[in-house]
T-cell receptor
Framework: DSGVTQTPKHLITATGQRVTLRCSPR?????VYWYQQSLDQGLQFLIQ???????AKGNILERFSAQQFPDLHSELNLSSLELGDSALYFC????????????FGSGTRLTVV | AQSVTQLDSQVPVFEEAPVELRCNYS??????LFWYVQYPNQGLQLLLK??????LVKGINGFEAEFNKSQTSFHLRKPSVHISDTAEYFC????????????FGTGTRLTIIP
């Protein structure tokens, strides 16, 4: 157990639908990062939150959004799903600035049919 | 901006032979460097990291890596591989603040041949 919890582990949904992926960071970590891993794109950074605020954006589609709540857990919302959104979605967390470390969750495998 | 290049997409190696997985990075600032391993159908596990100090870093499972600033490289090595080392290996870089995103290479698939 890495300390970063992602739910659900697997998700199968139809095109056009909306899903929410959840991430609870390791205790004490303030940053949450979301990554998408697909066969053709590799590990792509989507978005980072730090203590509730959006810190950085990567290759995140407009159909995707995220937020980090006061208890520091984060949710990634994927809407109007397409077949190409099928991928493994990872969440990682890191401690406050000045300390270095990234811990990954075990991921959510999303299959869009 | 930072980037990572993993020069080999696939590396086949005989069991008990040595292996080196190559990683080069580019960054305009000082960096922190990482190697992660992903076993089939699993998440990312940290193998080792370079933050500062000694350029030779030892990690888990007998792996080590050497940071070479002049060549902007961080190659991963193991003197004798085992079947259980079959996995995908990712090199990653972060900025000197350490609280910014990890930028990953495209990965190297290590296949151990019995």
């Amino acid at each position: 157990d890495s300390g970063v919890t992602q739910t659900p582990k697997h998700l199968i949904t139809a095109t056009g639908q909306r899903v929410t992926l959840r991430c609870s960071p390791r205790s004490g970590d303030l940053s949450v990062y979301w990554y998408q891993q697909s066969l053709d794109q590799g590990l792509q950074f989507l978005i980072q939150y730090y203590n509730g605020e959006e810190r950085a954006k990567g290759n995140i589609l407009e159909r995707f959004s995220a937020q980090q709540f006061p208890d520091l857990h984060s949710e990634l919302n994927l809407s109007s799903l397409e077949l190409g959104d099928s991928a493994l979605y990872f969440c990682a967390s890191s401690p406050p600035q000045g300390r270095v470390g990234y811990t990954f969750g075990s991921g959510t495998r999303l299959t869009v049919v | 901006a930072q980037s990572v290049t993993q020069l080999d997409s696939q590396v086949p190696v005989f069991e008990e032979a040595p292996v080196e997985l190559r990683c080069n990075y580019s960054s305009s600032v000082s960096v922190y460097l990482f190697w992660y391993v992903q076993y089939p159908n699993q998440g990312l596990q940290l193998l080792l990291k370079y933050l500062s100090g000694s350029t030779l870093v030892k990690g888990i499972n007998g792996f080590e890596a050497e940071f070479n600033k002049s060549q902007t490289s961080f190659h991963l090595r193991k003197p004798s591989v085992h079947i259980s080392d079959t996995a995908e290996y990712f090199c990653a870089v972060s900025s000197n603040f350490g609280n910014e995103k990890l930028t990953f290479g495209t990965g190297t698939r290590l296949t151990i041949i019995p």
